[in-house]
């Protein structure tokens, strides 16, 4: 069993920054390989960002590539998601989520509680 707690979210301006974390317990976190994923009022789940186990290999959705960054500190269970020159798009409740796999569909294994990223105009 792995539990993913997602923090760091809140109310930003358009152009401003923010920095997700999630961190995992409960199993072993150098074995998964990370995602992201967003979803807006009125919209399906979306993909973000993945990273695989090594974080030596990342893929983003087209619509962030430039502007979010995804890492991850195996030592401290931990991956992040540094979000800049953030757009009233952005706003949505984002997920983390881990799988043994490196994917950008959303059929992870486990998922966090979500945490919500609101994006002012």
């Known amino acids: 069993q792995v539990q993913l707690i997602e923090s760091g979210g809140g109310l930003v301006q358009a152009g401003g920054s923010l920095r997700l974390s999630c961190a995992a317990s409960?199993?072993?976190?150098?074995?998964?390989?990370m995602g992201w994923f967003r979803q807006a009022p009125g919209k399906e789940r979306e993909f973000v960002a993945a990273?695989?186990?090594?974080?030596?290999?990342?893929y983003y959705v087209d619509s962030v590539k430039g502007r979010f960054t995804i890492s991850r500190d195996n030592a401290k269970s931990t991956v992040y998601l540094q979000m800049n020159s953030l757009k009233p798009d952005d706003t949505a409740v984002y997920y983390c989520a881990a799988d043994i796999l490196f994917r950008s569909d959303d059929d992870y294994d486990y998922w966090g509680q979500g945490t919500q990223v609101t994006v002012s105009s």
């Open positions: 990273i695989s186990v090594s974080g030596r290999s990342t």
């Open positions: 409960g199993g072993t976190f150098s074995m998964y390989a």
